[in-house]
């Protein structure tokens, strides 16, 4: 007999090896494959005998059961788009938590089974076993079908859509262990086996988006993403999307980054280009299918990698960068008008009038800013006429073209926008019903009425077709965003990196940062030059240490464009803080300046001193105690490469130390290690020329044991100092 992993499938496959004196199997070959002794010729013949007559038995059947999961799981890109869906709390309890408590093993008979004999057909029981393996593939393939032809709320449409696909591959999972049974040989078995593995390797990789859409749905805003002034609320996105923890720029681009690891140039794209794909990940998590978001995203960088092949297409850069900014704008001033609507709880049927007219806009405004791109890099690939992005060629394209395109592209971004609804809104054509929509389109030739269609939707179905759009947008954005940001051509990289973003977009990028750090409330004002950024503190608990997180949206606003005067943090609770661009001025050129973590902590020192009055043994010894430490040792290992500049970061950090805390308000380790901070810098400065040490005198020697010894005391400071840092709040 030989087993198949966790699935003891119970095969009779060969009598006992000679040498081994085991069970073993037949390979292809007729040798054992534990120890490659040649199995008897009759002994062979007999296995395969028994696994003739096994095939004989069910390999048909099985064949059969094959195609109708495959074909199941083919289907899982259509899912049902029409229907009346249950409520949000009716379809979690009924459908969802259920699903969820059946996907750790959808099929607890198939295994149970499998174990229960050798599948030799003419064994008592064996082919009332086969039906009731059959009939247990039956349930399961019923189970994963009514979740694709039920449609759910939006609230838990994306969950509801990889809880069908993660069963779907569980199944076919299973079935492959069952299809063992007719291995010719245990190479065939194991070639099967794999086959299964990869099945359950997928449906775990589903788990694993459904518990991060889970997590992010859980700390997403329970009145959606719209504030009481009609903008969106990107800190509680971006907290949401980083599952309710306080993160750093690079540890949250790397959350989008492993999000959409599929997509062309995401993994390689820049912190500060991949991190506004944040909101897209965490707007995406309770009704955007994942699966067809990031199919759609590559097939549309395909088209913009095969026109960069075959040569330079792009004239006007700037108009590309400038028209892809412009839609991404139109999406946000689409989201907040229909949100804005929402939250104050507006009449029914001008909500639905307010959806059909968005619908109109965000086909004939972002779809065809972003959707541009892609057809002049379709028809560049073709060497179509006007397959160059320019002016004159761009302001030609109706949206009428991109949506051809796209259907010439076939799935899975063809037919994705029905012009039935955009053309009903342009000529008045839609009608709110009590239940939902009527859109109807006319042609309309020489004055009479050539033909009509016309389509009657409930709300929730034409939410769908509302939806279906949003998702080839984000699908865009996906595709453009790391494709431009990563160009390797000079005009690409120019218009990118003068491209001026608008307040919104500025505030939207300080809002986001500032939500890392699980701030909320953001606003961002500028006065003559000055601007301030005020936010609710981070909720208790939120991170150990989040001053850091916190201060990081300070450089961030200092690196916007115009860059401001003064920064001032407003955290509801303290004294605002006003900060000067020298502050951060180190770490525009961080390999040059040997002090950042000094110059770091000091910052974050000042803004606790100046917003509550405070510093707490362990936040100095945390920002500036521990710092100053390793910098004097950095700089000992410095001085006989680099003399000045280890001097001259030497006084510039203790200057930065004492100018923020004053002597009587140090520690005894700050004074400490101030002190060696002072002989390390009499030092250098005697030596330097001019000085009162110069090398090889005496004095020289004198200040040099000294500084040696130094090390020695700072090395101790640092330590106990990292002692009082480490201890627990």
């Not at 060969?14 to 009759?42: K, S, W």
């Amino acid at each position: 007999m030989t087993t198949v992993d966790s699935y003891q499938v119970r095969l009779l496959l060969a009598a006992n090896c000679g040498p081994c004196g085991l069970p073993r199997a037949v390979t292809r070959t007729g040798q054992c494959p534990e120890c490659g002794h040649l199995l008897p010729d009759d002994e062979v013949r007999e296995v395969r005998t028994a696994v003739g007559a096994r095939r004989k038995a069910f390999k048909v059947a099985l064949q059969r059961l094959g195609q109708r999961v495959t074909l199941t799981a083919d289907s899982m890109s259509a899912f049902a788009t029409r229907g009346v869906p249950l409520g949000d709390h009716e379809h979690l309890d009924k459908v969802i938590l259920p699903a969820l408590a059946k996907l750790s093993d959808p099929l607890p008979k198939v295994k149970q089974l499998l174990e229960s004999c050798t599948w030799d057909p003419r064994e008592d029981g064996t082919v009332a076993a086969f039906s009731e393996l059959v009939t247990a593939f039956d349930a399961g393939l019923a189970w994963v079908e009514s979740l694709r032809d039920t449609m759910p709320p939006m609230a838990w449409r994306a969950v509801h859509r990889e809880l069908a696909r993660a069963g779907t591959a569980l199944l076919r999972g299973q079935l492959a262990m069952a299809t063992t049974i007719v291995a010719v040989d245990l190479d065939a078995a194991r070639k099967v086996q794999g086959e299964g593995e990869s099945q359950f390797g997928a449906a775990a990789q589903h788990a694993r988006r459904i518990a991060t859409q889970i997590e992010i749905i859980r700390y997403s805003p329970a009145d959606g993403p719209i504030q009481a002034d009609g903008s969106i609320d990107v800190a509680t996105l971006a907290w949401a999307g980083v599952g309710g923890r306080a993160t750093l720029i690079a540890a949250a681009a790397d959350t989008v980054r492993t999000a959409f690891a599929n997509i062309t140039g995401v993994s390689e794209a820049a912190d500060e280009h991949i991190l506004g794909l944040l909101p897209v990940l965490a707007t995406s998590a309770g009704a955007v299918d994942h699966e067809l978001l990031v199919a759609r995203a590559l097939q549309l960088r395909a088209v913009l990698d095969q026109a960069d092949a075959l040569g330079p297409w792009v004239v006007d850069h700037v108009l590309l960068v400038a028209r892809v900014n412009s839609g991404l704008e139109r999406i946000t001033d689409e989201a907040e008008r229909l949100g804005r609507e929402w939250r104050y709880r507006l009449p029914r049927r001008h909500l639905m009038r307010t959806l059909t007219e968005i619908y109109r806009e965000l086909v004939e405004g972002a779809l065809c800013d972003l959707g541009a791109v892609i057809l002049v890099a379709s028809r560049a690939s073709r060497q179509d006429r006007d397959g160059v992005y320019e002016e004159a060629v761009v302001e030609g394209i109706k949206s009428g073209d991109i949506v051809s395109e796209f259907a010439r592209l076939g799935p899975p971004c063809g037919n994705t926008v029905d012009m039935l609804y955009r053309n009903a809104s342009a000529h008045a054509s839609i009608t709110v019903n009590d239940h939902g929509i009527t859109a109807t389109r006319r042609e309309i030739r020489d004055g009479r009425l050539v033909s009509s269609k016309t389509a009657t939707l409930s709300d929730e179905e034409f939410g769908e077709e509302l939806l279906a759009l949003h998702e080839l947008l984000l699908a865009l954005q996906l595709a453009l965003l790391p494709w431009m940001t990563g160009h390797s051509d000079l005009g690409m990289v120019t218009a990118v990196a003068t491209a001026t973003a608008s307040a919104r977009q500025r505030d939207q990028i300080l809002a986001l940062i500032a939500g890392l750090a699980g701030m909320s409330n953001v606003a961002v004002t500028t006065t003559e030059g000055h601007l301030t950024i005020t936010a609710a503190p981070p909720a208790p608990g939120a991170d150990d240490r989040p001053e850091t997180k916190v201060l990081s949206v300070v450089p961030a606003a200092f690196g916007t464009t115009p860059t401001p005067a003064t920064v001032t943090l407003d955290v509801t609770g303290l004294r605002p803080v006003t900060f000067t661009p020298e502050e951060f001025a180190v770490f525009r050129d961080p390999d040059e300046a040997p002090d950042t973590e000094t110059a770091l902590g000091v910052v974050t020192a000042r803004w606790l001193l100046e917003s509550s009055e405070t510093l707490s043994p362990r936040d100095e010894a945390t920002y500036i105690t521990v710092p100053l430490a390793d910098l004097y040792i950095r700089c000992a290992k410095l001085a006989p490469i680099d003399q000045e500049l280890a001097l001259r970061t030497l006084r510039t950090a203790r200057a930065r130390v004492v100018k923020v805390i004053a002597e009587g308000r140090r520690s005894s380790l700050t004074r400490s290690v101030i002190s060696q901070v002072d002989i390390m810098i009499d030092f250098l400065r005697g030596l330097a020329p001019g000085g009162d040490a110069p090398k090889n005198s005496e004095e020289a020697h004198r200040r040099a044991r000294r500084a040696v010894a130094a090390i020695e005391e700072a090395h101790r400071i640092g330590e106990q100092a990292r002692a009082v840092r480490d201890a627990e709040r």
